[in-house]
């Protein structure tokens, strides 16, 4: 289930060289410290598909 959206976040929300989220500047010309609140919210939608899949869809 990881799919478009996390990826591209993850992709462009990197840390830059002053510890500020590369892409937070340049989409919204924000300062905010790496990790920002879109890389935590990509990695959790990720490490949530990887247990799916590995649990197989048991709960």
Same mark, same amino acid.
């Given at each position: 289930?990881?799919?478009? &959206? ?26 905010? &410290?790496? &990790? ?24």
């Amino acid at each position: 289930m990881t799919g478009g &959206p996390e990826r591209v976040i993850l992709a462009v929300h990197v840390p830059g060289l002053d510890g500020l989220c590369v892409g937070c500047r340049a989409w919204w010309s924000r300062l905010a &410290p790496y &990790p920002c609140w879109q890389v935590e919210w990509a990695t959790s939608r990720q490490a949530r598909a990887s247990v799916a899949r590995f649990l197989g869809g048991v709960r």
